[in-house]
């Protein structure tokens, strides 16, 4: 029996932070990081059945027909990842009124719906990217055991060495997105790269305002980086972690983000809200069909 002040339950038997039960949620989850675009997801839902909230966390589960979805804000960061995919988790794999393991677990197929910024000229505003790889430098999927072979070595090593990335700082990880939904979902008329994860939005994405940047050229660097033919693409905050996840709890996931901004031409879109829009759209029309 697991004891409680390892798995914290509400007073109502929900899980800590999302304040859910099992039944709350769906096998397939959409995530996103603000909470206000929880609702202009579920809007185009056939209907809603459940509405959650605590702190940042907002759930809405619904159908799309006969598909059930739940779409569930992160908040910001991997920590953030970490917490929302641990009671996920919980959900999936524990029988709360017991406090023990089920013989069974549920597999989530999660899809990440982001925004982010394009690292070359090669990537436009306004495109829809899809991450086939990501890599994290949080340094939160190291407090796990986990089989080294999960996550893509090569990869991580390659930007260790071509950023001549400081000891001083947490060592990166890269990951590979689930092969079952990127085969689902990807289509050839999007770009796909490689997105690099960052565990900030200042400094550590390069941005330097009035105090001076540790390493200032990571972001150039990252260009001539080159991994099974792809390029890092993009810049944000959450995919990698959700990855690392993914292969370490045995869910399959994959992120595709909105461009809203480009690092190396300086461009921000015009009409952020349409770009997402389309976004979601194109992304509903694939989950419902899972």
């Not at 709360?96 to 990440?112: A, C, D, H, M, S």
């Not at 690099?196 to 550590?204: D, H, I, S, V």
């Amino acid at each position: 029996m697991l004891m409680k002040s390892e798995l914290i339950l509400n007073n109502d038997g929900s899980v800590y932070h999302l304040k859910l039960h099992p039944q709350d949620i769906a096998d397939t989850i959409i995530v996103v990081g603000d909470p206000h675009r929880v609702p202009l997801i579920s809007k185009y839902f056939d209907r809603i059945n459940i509405k959650k909230s605590n702190r940042e966390f907002i759930t809405h589960t619904g159908y799309i027909g006969k598909k059930r979805i739940s779409v569930m804000s992160t908040g910001i960061g991997v920590d953030n990842i970490d917490i929302v995919f641990n009671e996920l988790d919980i959900l999936s794999s524990i029988d709360l009124k017991l406090r023990t393991l089920k013989e069974t677990k549920q597999t989530y197929k999660i899809i990440r719906l982001g925004t982010t910024g394009g690292l070359n000229e090669k990537i436009n505003v306004d495109d829809i990217l899809f991450s086939k790889y990501a890599i994290g430098i949080d340094g939160i999927p190291h407090h796990y055991q986990y089989d080294v072979n999960l996550f893509e070595q090569k990869l991580s090593q390659e930007f260790v060495q071509k950023t001549n990335w400081s000891k001083k700082l947490a060592q990166p990880y890269a990951v590979k997105s689930s092969d079952f939904l990127w085969n689902h979902m990807y289509e050839d008329n999007f770009k796909k790269g490689i997105t690099l994860t960052m565990n900030g939005f200042y400094a550590p994405q390069g941005r330097s305002l009035r105090i001076p940047l540790n390493q200032p050229e990571v972001l150039k660097k990252c260009n001539y980086i080159l991994f099974n033919n792809l390029q890092v693409s993009n810049i944000e905050m959450e995919t990698a972690g959700l990855y690392a996840f993914g292969q370490i709890f045995n869910h399959e996931v994959i992120s595709l983000s909105t461009v809203l901004a480009n690092r190396a031409s300086g461009l921000f879109s015009s009409n952020p809200s349409k770009s997402i829009e389309k976004m979601i759209k194109f992304a509903l029309s694939k989950i419902a069909s899972l």
